[in-house]
């Protein structure tokens, strides 16, 4: 069965510091969503691209958070400086089209401290 | 402004017996819904779905129902059982809204044996 992969699967990284996750989609798959689930609460979308435009990322605080998917196939997701209210589970999703169901990634845990 | 609501953070049900995880939703646009499944350390996984213009869907132990009057959705699961247990986010999404789902902060689900 195919899979949405996500790397790494836990980050600890020190306030301030950079970091960064990858995800790689289902092969075929246009749309790519990254999430924000934050303990306690449902995942959140942060950007979503269609190809390699981002299609929303009214959710993304950009002053710290930038992504792209340059070639319309794998994306990364940044962040820079890291806050300690950054520490969640970062979830990559994609769909064939905006119009499918989603895979979702395991997801990335982000642990700032 | 949360426009998924679920109230019941958890849930604790015997084996063999009926689980019912509700959802609420404010906005009148979505047409879609989903429920979805997430395990400790896993991405959420696709569980079933309704479409606006349907009032059941039913998938073997598991059946969603809607009520657009009410602005409600419920999970049914039966017989419960012990690999059932997890967290349980309720999803929407409107046409035209480049499929976003907007998820509720999940219900965690406990089956006792």
């Known amino acids: 069965e195919a899979e949405v992969a996500q790397s790494p699967r836990y980050k600890i990284t020190e306030k301030s510091q950079a970091v960064a996750f990858w995800c790689d989609p289902i092969?075929?798959?246009?749309?790519l969503y990254w999430y924000r689930q934050i303990l306690g609460q449902g995942p959140e979308l942060l950007v979503q691209?269609?190809?390699?435009?981002?299609?929303?990322d009214s959710q993304l605080p950009k002053d710290r958070f930038s992504a792209e998917r340059l070639k319309g196939v794998d994306s990364t997701l940044k962040i820079q400086p890291a806050e300690l209210g950054d520490s969640a589970m970062y979830l990559c999703?994609?769909?064939?089209?905006?119009?499918?169901?989603?895979?979702f990634g395991s997801g990335t845990r982000l642990t700032v401290v | 402004d949360q426009q998924v609501k679920q109230n019941s953070p958890s849930l604790s049900v015997q084996e063999g017996r009926i689980s019912i995880l509700n959802c609420d939703y404010t906005?009148?646009?979505?047409?879609?819904f989903l429920w979805y499944k997430k395990y400790p350390a896993e991405g959420p996984t696709f569980l079933i779905s309704?479409?606006?213009?349907?009032d059941k869907n039913e998938d073997g132990r598991f059946t969603v129902f809607l009520n657009k009057s009410a602005k409600h959705l419920s999970l049914h699961i039966v017989p419960s059982q012990p690999g059932d247990s997890a967290v349980y986010f309720c999803?929407?999404?409107?046409?035209?809204?480049?499929?976003?789902?907007?998820f509720g902060a999940g219900t965690r689900l406990a089956v006792h044996p």
């Open positions: 999703a994609s769909s064939l089209s905006s119009g499918d169901g989603y895979t």
């Open positions: 092969s075929g798959h246009a749309t």
């Open positions: 691209f269609q190809d390699e435009s981002v299609v929303d």
């Open positions: 906005n009148s646009m979505f047409d879609y």
């Open positions: 309704i479409s606006s213009i349907k």
């Open positions: 999803a929407a999404s409107e046409t035209g809204g480049y499929n976003k789902l907007i």
